[in-house]
């Protein structure tokens, strides 16, 4: 289970930041939500007793209330924070987007394609 999660991380990373250094303004933030998807697994996986399997999430009578018996809220409510936090920066950076595109004209990251990229008068 670690191996997968650890993979999952990795890819997600890798391509988040592949993403953030295209030219496109869709893709930076496409890069920005993939790598905001990864801190979140991270911090979900760095919880104390994140991956582990069978705990329960609330307390129970008769189990000892420590928690070796019991799953760590505190990761699980900091990655639902992110989460909503995270959709609402995807929002505002799509609004933001579509402002640029309308008053420059590109998409793209510094308001200049390249001039190759450029069709011929």
Known sequence: MEIVLALAIGVLTGSGVWLLLR?????????????????????????????????????????????????????QALVLTAIVIGFAMTALFLVVLLASRGLSGTDHVDGNEAEELREPS
Do not use: C
């Open 23 to 75: 030219p496109r303004t869709f893709q930076v933030i496409m890069g920005l939500a993939l790598l905001s998807y990864a801190v979140n697994l991270f911090i979900f996986s760095m919880g104390r007793l994140g991956l582990a399997i069978g705990k329960a999430p609330v307390l129970q009578p008769g189990l000892e209330q420590d928690l070796a018996h019991y799953a760590d809220p505190l990761p």
